[in-house]
Structures are given as C-alpha cells and as structure tokens.
C-alpha cells in the first residue's frame, strides 16, 4: 500500500507565499516509480482541479490561474514533491491533494490520493 501524507497549508495574506510538501511511503520504494505525482485543489462548492503536474521524467504542467506563480518540484531522496505557492489570491484556497498514479508491467493502473491539507488565503 502507497500513503500520500501533505503538510504546510495554512492561512497567509493575500500576496504571501506558502510552500506544500507531500511524502510518499509504503511500497513504494522512490516517488521515481510514479509515472506522475500531481498537486489538486478543491475549493468550496467547486470540482477538484489540477494545479500542477509533475511527470518522472521531470515534465511539468500548470493551471493557467497559477502558471508563474507556483512551482511544483520534487525530492528524489525525501521521497517527496513540493508545491512552492507565491503571490497568493483570495481564489487560492481550498483543499490541496497530493496525487501519484502509476503504471505497472503488467499495464494496470494505480492512483493515490492524500488526504488533502487545507490553504486560505485572506484578501
């Protein structure tokens, strides 16, 4: 079994800055063996959305809303991804949920949630 656990959301102003960790553990033994780990946010009465996506070979993708202000980044040896969160905005919250998902040999497939870390921003 794979745990996702995040950490670092709070309550920032408008404008500050946030930096989201997610720790990969279980059976996997490196967040190398993901075929991609992803940031997603859920803000009240809203779909869950991607903010930004990270492909093992070092791809990225972000939401249009965050493109130039976050950074998704990851740390082979921690066995874990960040999401550093700059010039923050009121739309910014809600819930953030670490994703990875993978592919095995035998071509099935595997996604992982967290359980998500809550981010206000106040204006």
């Known amino acids: 079994q794979v745990q996702l656990v995040e950490s670092g959301g709070g309550l920032v102003q408008a404008g500050g800055s946030l930096r989201l960790a997610c720790v990969a553990s279980?059976?996997?033994?490196?967040?190398?063996?993901?075929?991609?780990m992803g940031w997603y946010r859920q803000a009240p009465g809203k779909q869950r959305e991607l903010v930004a996506g990270?492909?093992?070979?070092?791809?990225?993708n972000y939401a249009d809303s965050v493109k130039g202000r976050f950074t998704i980044s990851r740390d082979n040896a921690k066995n874990t991804v960040y999401l550093q969160m700059n010039s923050l905005k009121p739309e910014d919250t809600g819930v953030y949920y670490c994703?990875?998902?993978?592919?095995?040999?035998?071509?099935?497939?595997?996604?992982?949630w967290g359980q998500g870390t809550q981010v206000t921003v106040s204006s």
């Open positions: 994703n990875a998902g993978l592919v095995d040999y035998t071509f099935r497939s595997y996604e992982y």
């Open positions: 279980g059976s996997i033994f490196s967040i190398n063996n993901f075929n991609a």
């Open positions: 990270l492909s093992s070979g070092g791809s990225t």
